[in-house]
């Protein structure tokens, strides 16, 4: 009998549940109100390095493990079986140990070269397809999304002059390759599927050139206009700071000039001439 009725006590403590909207009341408690800093926000904080932590470990763990795997993904090219590893695990570690925006923009430019040195390496041995070149084309796409997030980082960072190093290495890098697969299209070995996934591929990495300068250009202009209007506090404060030249005047030289203007003003009688004979 009691064993009966305890069971039945279980199955209806497990139907009591929360609901959603509890659930919130309960997490806005444990936060604490704005302005006011709970006393769970230290242990919130080391659950939320702790979470970092362990995904940082599931990424180690996983290139030890397979480390082989890995090493071999390194070469990989698009259209075989490890490229999505290359792409997917190798250079997102590189991304996710950069932390500054300058760091992740670096990283972001040597991956959109490497998928420019890839599509040399497919044209040369005829490999360079629609699909392909498809593949490369969404990886660039990519690469040039996170480069624009990290530029306007460091345009509010006033970094302008690393946003127009970045911006010219890539812009260098795009137009040497694409001397390159002119030439490879050009070339006899060259079929003309080939050509025109060249031609595809030098069109949109070109959009993605522009579309970049343009940025790059904004930033210039915004940085310049910023530097060379000078706000109304700073204006005053010249202004005010700027010290006044005393006036000081030769008394004895007021003096003499008062004394000869006035004899040259005075007329000579035939008196004076007189006394003077």
């Given at each position: 009998?009691?064993n009966?009725w305890?069971?039945?006590?279980i ?9 959603a909207?509890?659930k ?5 408690r444990?936060?604490g ?8 926000s230290?242990f ?6 702790r979470?970092?932590?362990?995904v ?7 290139v030890?493990?397979?480390?082989g795997?890995s090493?071999?993904a390194?070469s990989?090219l ?13 250079e997102?570690i590189q991304s996710?140990?950069?932390v500054?925006?300058d760091?992740?923009?670096k990283v972001?430019?040597?991956r ?9 390496t497919?044209?040369?041995?005829g ?9 490369i084309?969404?990886?660039?796409e990519k690469?040039?999304e ?6 306007a980082?460091?345009?509010?960072e006033?970094?302008?002059a690393?946003v ?7 812009s ?16 006899s ?12 591929l030098?069109?949109k ?5 522009d579309?970049?300068e343009?940025i790059?250009d ?7 206009e910023a530097?060379?209007t000078?706000?109304t506090e700073?204006?005053?404060s010249?202004?005010?700071s700027?010290p006044?030249?005393?006036?000081e005047?030769n008394?004895?030289?007021t003096t003499?000039s ?14 004076d001439?007189s006394?003077?004979?």
């Open positions: 009998m009691k009966r305890l069971k039945k006590f199955r209806k403590a497990n139907d009591v549940k929360m609901t909207h509890e919130r009341a309960m997490l806005s444990i936060l109100p704005s302005g006011i800093p709970s006393p769970y230290f919130l904080m080391v659950m939320e390095y979470q970092r932590i362990v940082a470990a599931v990424i180690v763990a996983f030890l493990t397979s480390g795997t090493f071999a390194a990989a698009p259209g075989e079986a490890l490229y999505s590893i290359k792409v997917n695990v190798n997102e996710f140990v950069a500054s925006a760091a992740k923009v972001e430019v040597k959109t070269e490497k998928r420019l040195e890839e599509a040399e497919l044209s040369k041995t490999k360079l397809n629609a699909e392909t070149q498809t593949i084309e969404n990886n660039i690469h040039s996170t480069i624009k997030e990290n530029i980082t460091l345009a509010s006033n970094a302008t690393t127009k190093e970045v911006i010219d290495d890539l260098s890098s795009i137009e040497a390759y694409e001397v390159t697969l002119n030439i490879i299209a050009s070339s070995v060259s079929s003309s599927s080939t050509d025109e996934s060249i031609d595809a030098i069109t990495v070109n959009e993605v050139k579309e970049l343009i790059g904004d930033v210039a202009v915004a940085a310049g530097s060379s000078p706000s700073t204006a005053t010249t202004a005010s700027t006044e030249l005393p006036i005047i008394s004895a030289t003499a008062t004394t000869v203007s006035a004899s040259s003003s005075a007329a000579i009688r035939p008196s001439l006394d003077i004979l």
